[in-house]
């Protein structure tokens, strides 16, 4: 291996999310192609792309819940199902992610309390931090959407993973909630956490990543620091996602 | 192995569906039972005298409906996983999805006994007590027509039985992942499908799992789930030539724990490692 080689693999591997040439095909739809990009420790990634974009295919195939046809997903540099203590390491929030209807928010996070074996504690912990303390002994079924998120968050956070995959994670968060989310996610970043999340709220990702990975039919189209995507764009992230993703942004009369 | 049983125990202790199908076992064996018992002797009727052990048998053994909804608690332990996708969140936990699948059929298999155990004792409570309040007692001054042993390996029949048919419903949803498909399955096959087959193939009935199981339970051979009597039948000479009796316990035994690893087997080596999307 060349010097410049080894330099250009060393930042790859020391990331803590890494996807290498990820393909998955379903029968013949290419629903990721050949995609590589990395989520840096201590910072926000946004993962963007329009509906159907392969977002959700890729953050799966991560996890170890899709199995890429090509390519390779890795977490702290080994697959996710490699991984000692997965809980421990990862927490994830997917779009399809909850609870059973029939079962309450308290019991729904004792079951993963015991997966990843944390004490009792983490659950009142979580369940204030979410701000659900006082829905704790409702049935999820019973939930909102917004309730179910701040339960996925919960769930996510209880193991104290240093990274977090998130899917849509403000979808059906209110103002107040979304302005939440915004803070958390900082505060977790700033302890030098990893945050991987989708979305395709152009506003909200604006406000709260640092950097952005933007994909297009299974393709990756960019991938750089907030400020550096933005650069030349009069209406920054939006007008840039268009243009990436071959659409021309409307100039504003 | 022991924790991921313990979260799947906990798991069915904190939706209602398992103790809504153990109490719908209990009152459904109760029924048979206390209808079996208020027949028997009647005359002309098909149940014989509490007095005697077949009549006696019939009611204590009344335990198949119970291990029909063990084998359907154990599909609603791998399907429910699909069904609420809560799939995603157990295999972010354990990504070896084998030891999932074993935990489950373990778990299937704890739950299932409790169905087979509250069914037998509710059988055998059942026809002492007819028969006490009717004082038919057995032959040779014995109280009751059928000795303590042999109601003890009846129902330990029963628990054994019904332990495997809920592990082989825990693979079986593997298998099939759709709740709606796999308990229909489930009814089909033990209802129609096995006494269909055991009516035209005689020989083959005593190798048909669920037949197996409840036999297993001390049930006579050929009788379904609450003594009903199968509906396809050969006729009478050729069936009392050419039918088998019941298989020995250890063979019932092995053959349902060998039908439970083939079937789990199968279903880690296909439709487990699927996507979950």
């Not at chain 2, 332990?163 to 229909?184: D, I, T, W």
Request: glycine share 12%; charged share 15%.
């Amino acid at each position: 291996m060349t010097t410049d080689a080894m330099s250009a693999a060393a930042p790859l591997a020391a990331a803590p999310v890494e996807a290498r040439g990820l393909t998955k095909r379903f029968g013949p739809l290419t629903a990721v192609n050949r995609l590589s990009f990395t989520a840096p420790r201590g910072a926000i990634t946004g993962f963007l792309g329009p509906n159907g974009a392969g977002k959700t295919t890729s953050l799966r195939m991560l996890l170890g819940l899709i199995t890429p046809t090509e390519g390779t997903a890795l977490i702290n540099g080994r697959r996710y199902s490699a991984l000692p203590g997965p809980l421990h390491a990862v927490g994830a929030v997917l779009e399809a992610c909850t609870a059973h209807p029939g079962r309450t928010a308290r019991n729904h996070l004792r079951i993963h309390a015991m997966a990843g074996d944390v004490p009792g504690e983490r659950i009142t912990r979580v369940l204030e931090l979410t701000g659900l303390a006082g829905a704790a002994d409702r049935r999820a079924g019973e939930f909102s959407l917004g309730m179910r998120q701040r339960l996925g968050l919960a769930t996510a956070l209880l193991c104290d993973p240093e990274i977090l995959i998130l899917d849509e994670p403000a979808n059906g968060l209110d103002p107040e909630g979304v302005r939440w989310l915004r803070q958390l996610l900082r505060d977790l970043a700033a302890e030098g956490r990893t945050v991987l999340m989708s979305s395709h709220i152009l506003a909200e990702v604006a406000q709260t990543a640092d950097r952005v990975v933007i994909v297009d039919q299974g393709h990756l189209v960019a991938q750089a620091t907030l400020a550096e995507l933005t650069a030349g764009h009069d209406r920054g992230l939006e007008d840039a996602f268009l243009r990436l993703t071959g659409h021309t942004p409307e100039v504003p009369r | 192995m022991t924790r991921l049983v313990r979260i799947e125990l906990l798991k069915l202790r904190t939706v209602r569906l398992p103790a809504g199908l153990l109490i719908t076992a209990a009152v459904l064996t109760a029924l048979f039972a206390c209808t079996e018992a208020s027949q028997a002797g009647r005359h002309g009727g098909s149940v014989g005298s509490l007095a005697t052990a077949a009549g006696l048998r019939s009611v204590t053994t009344a335990t198949s409906w119970a291990m029909l909804l063990a084998a359907v608690l154990g599909v609603t332990i791998s399907t429910g996983e699909f069904r609420h996708a809560t799939a995603t969140l157990t295999y972010l936990a354990t990504p070896a999805r084998g030891r999932v699948l074993a935990a489950k059929a373990i778990t299937a298999a704890c739950a299932g006994a409790l169905f087979g155990l509250v069914a037998a004792v509710i059988a055998t409570g059942a026809g002492l007590g007819f028969a006490a309040a009717r004082g038919d007692h057995g032959a040779h001054g014995a109280q009751f027509a059928l000795g303590a042993s042999t109601l003890a390996a009846h129902a330990a029949g029963a628990v054994l039985g019904a332990a495997l048919l809920a592990a082989l419903g825990a693979g079986l949803g593997s298998l099939v992942r759709s709740q709606l498909a796999a308990v229909v399955g489930v009814f089909i096959w033990a209802l129609i499908i096995e006494s269909v087959i055991g009516g035209i193939f005689t020989a083959a009935r005593p190798y048909l799992p669920y037949t197996a199981a409840t036999t297993l339970a001390g049930v006579q051979l050929g009788l379904g789930p609450g003594g009903f009597h199968v509906t396809v039948r050969t006729h009478p000479a050729i069936a009392a030539a050419a039918a088998p009796g019941p298989l020995p316990f250890a063979a019932a035994a092995a053959l349902l724990a060998g039908t439970v690893i083939v079937v789990a087997v199968v279903a880690r080596l296909t439709t487990v490692p699927r996507d979950v999307a």
